[in-house]
């Protein structure tokens, strides 16, 4: 019986720390998703840097994926998400309705995610010594055509797509985008374990210069550094985008990604209890070529995303000052 609660209180101390209530303590930190993609993970540090040294506020991260970390939101086992994509998966819209989460601000304009191949695969590269491989390539419908040029190295007979992680909600979208194209008896639906491995795979196909079809997104590292292609897709469908977004639909109908409108998600008491950091929130606006820019930079240098955060507001004062308060402000620029 004593083990038996030593082994009940030890799990109940785990879930403690996993999922603390933060909400309940006073000096408790505010948590923040930790993100695994560039421009998520910059956003983040670049949030917490002013949370923490221009509000006063200590803060944390908690791991997860795109679809857990919105599920924490909605039960307030974290507070913020720093580069939430609204709208996109059926977990996120079902606590947005339920009035649990809130999009705040439109933090990237312009932001746009697809489906992409080198620049060199359709115009070809002479100074590489590099022929056009898919000339007439320009949608997803073309990509019937051109199996043999993204061939799989493990099903030669098939092309490759690269896809996003599993547990990512672009996942699901393209996993369904492969059978509404009639594409997923063509091509591999080749998952990378982590963005990381994402990137490495097309950055080194780049680098070769090996044809490569990849979903991809921007704001991203990869936009400022190579010229991508993005394939034409039919447009938007509020209907089609549905059954894309449901792995269970087994008739899914082609659309273009619903419009990207990239905003910080919020518990709903973290916007209750924080007005002050809700209005910063609201005000930021990060100009996307720059957000490209700095992330190539990040990349390259192979930065860690808090470096890169305190870098850009160094370099940048006229751009994040516009968000906060003067006296918020000068605090900030005091711990640059």
């Given at each position: 019986?004593?083990?038996?609660t030593?082994?009940?209180?030890g ?6 720390m996993?999922?603390?209530?933060s909400?309940?303590?006073?000096n ?8 695994t993609?560039e ?7 670049l949030?917490r ?7 006063g506020y200590?803060?944390?991260t ?7 970390m ?34 705040i ?7 746009d995610?697809?489906?992409w191949v080198?620049e060199?695969?359709i ?5 590489r010594g590099i022929k056009?491989?898919?000339?007439e390539?320009?949608?997803?419908s073309d ?6 040029v993204?061939?799989?190295p ?7 797509f690269?896809n996003s992680p599993?547990?990512w909600?672009?996942?699901?979208v393209?996993?369904?985008k492969?059978?509404?194209?009639g594409?997923d008896?063509?091509y591999?639906?080749f998952?990378s ?5 994402l ?6 196909s ?7 079809l990849?979903?991809?997104?921007s704001?991203?590292?990869l936009m400022g550094?190579?010229?991508l ?11 089609a ?23 910080i998600g919020v518990?709903a008491p ?11 929130f609201?005000?930021?606006?990060l100009?996307?070529e720059?957000l490209?820019k ?5 990349s ?5 995303p808090a ?7 160094k370099?940048n004062p006229q751009i994040w000052r516009q968000w ?7 605090k900030?620029?005091?711990q640059?």
């Open positions: 019986m004593n083990r038996l030593s082994l009940i209180c799990m109940l101390l785990s879930l403690a996993v999922f603390p209530a909400a309940a303590a006073p408790a930190p505010i948590y923040f998703g930790d993100i993609w421009s998520g993970s910059f956003t983040t540090e949030l840097f002013i949370v923490e040294h221009g509000y200590p803060t944390d908690l791991p997860g994926s795109t679809v857990s919105e599920v924490a939101l909605a039960r307030n086992d974290i507070q913020v998400i720093g580069e939430e994509w609204a709208g996109r998966s059926p977990a996120w819209v079902k606590a947005e309705q339920a009035g649990e989460v809130f999009a601000g439109d933090t990237v304009k312009n932001a995610e697809g489906w080198p060199f695969v115009k070809g590269d002479a100074q056009p491989l898919a000339p390539l320009r949608s997803v990509l019937k055509r051109y199996v043999a993204f061939q799989d493990e099903a030669p007979d098939k092309g490759r690269l599993s547990g909600t672009s996942e699901t393209n996993s369904q492969l059978k509404a194209y594409l008896k063509l591999v639906n998952r374990g982590s963005g990381a491995a990137d490495a795979e097309i950055i080194s780049i680098r070769r210069g090996k044809p490569v990849f979903y991809y997104w704001p991203t590292p550094r190579f010229p292609v993005r394939l034409e897709e039919p447009p938007f469908d509020a209907a985008w549905a059954t894309l977004t449901d792995a269970r639909n087994a008739a899914p109908k082609g659309s273009r990604s619903l419009p990207a409108k990239l905003s518990s973290f916007r209750q209890q924080h007005p002050e950091l809700v209005a910063f609201a005000k930021v606006d100009p996307i720059t490209n700095t992330l190539a930079q990040m390259q240098k192979r930065q860690e470096a890169a955060a305190r870098e850009f507001l370099a906060v308060p003067a006296d918020v402000a000068d900030v620029q005091g640059l």
